[in-house]
């Protein structure tokens, strides 16, 4: 299962958007619109972007939106998307490890249902440089169906591919060493719920006083 997701991302990317609904049954952008309330100022950095479909939700709502993301399969149908939608945001290709982004660039950084890269201490260290002081890292990371029949579970299991991270509070031990104040915090529907965490880094003194 985790091979056919990582070929998800790659070379069937075309249909991403298709399985995502499907394996969701529907809750896919209602998760991923979990990030927009706990969005803080204007510039936003989207890593892992994937077909670009939040990045346009933030941009309609005014928010400055730039992107990261290492699939040239996603990249290329994320432009098209948001050509098509007359929505400007600048893409480009880049590891989270590695971002081409000065410091504090951001005031919010944004990922859903990341990959392995979420656990790499070389990209914490990134995200935590890119982002502002005062900023937040909004991850979604768990979704989970409330259904108990057959077909659910197994959608719960293929969910559990893309939130690998485990559950917020496990995410949040992952991020323990970025410094970040970090906090579980969760969403429910009929449907479904989905986890999200959510770490504030650590304002500037002004040095008065």
Same mark, same amino acid.
């Given at each position: ?23 969701? =049954?529907?809750?896919? +952008? #209602?998760?991923?619109? /979990?990030? $927009?309330? %706990?969005? @803080? ?38 432009? =098209?998307?948001?050509? +098509? #939608?007359?929505?400007? /945001?600048? $893409?480009? %290709?880049? @590891? ?51 259904? %108990? ?61």
């Amino acid at each position: 299962m985790a091979f056919a997701f990582c070929r998800l991302y790659n070379e069937f990317a075309w249909a991403y958007d298709g399985v995502s609904y499907l394996v969701s =049954r529907g809750e896919w +952008r #209602q998760w991923q619109q /979990a990030v $927009l309330p %706990r969005l @803080r100022g204007p510039r936003i950095l989207e890593i892992g972007f994937g077909t670009g479909d939040l990045l346009s939700e933030m941009r309609s709502q005014g928010y400055l939106c730039y992107g990261v993301e290492l699939s040239p399969s996603m990249l290329r149908i994320a432009r =098209r998307k948001l050509k +098509r #939608q007359g929505v400007e /945001a600048p $893409l480009c %290709r880049a @590891r989270a490890q590695d971002m081409p982004f000065q410091d504090g660039a951001f005031d919010s950084l944004v990922s859903t249902f990341p990959s392995s890269f979420i656990l790499d201490p070389r990209a914490q260290r990134e995200m935590v440089r890119v982002l502002a002081p005062g900023g937040r890292l909004v991850v979604v990371n768990e979704g989970r169906l409330w259904g %108990r029949d057959p077909w659910s579970r197994f959608l719960n299991r293929a969910l559990k591919v893309t939130g690998g991270d485990g559950s917020p509070v496990q995410l949040c031990e992952a991020l323990g060493g970025t410094g970040l104040e970090l906090q579980p915090e969760e969403e429910r529907s009929e449907q479904s719920r989905v986890g999200v965490v959510v770490g504030t880094k650590e304002e500037e003194e002004d040095g008065t006083g």
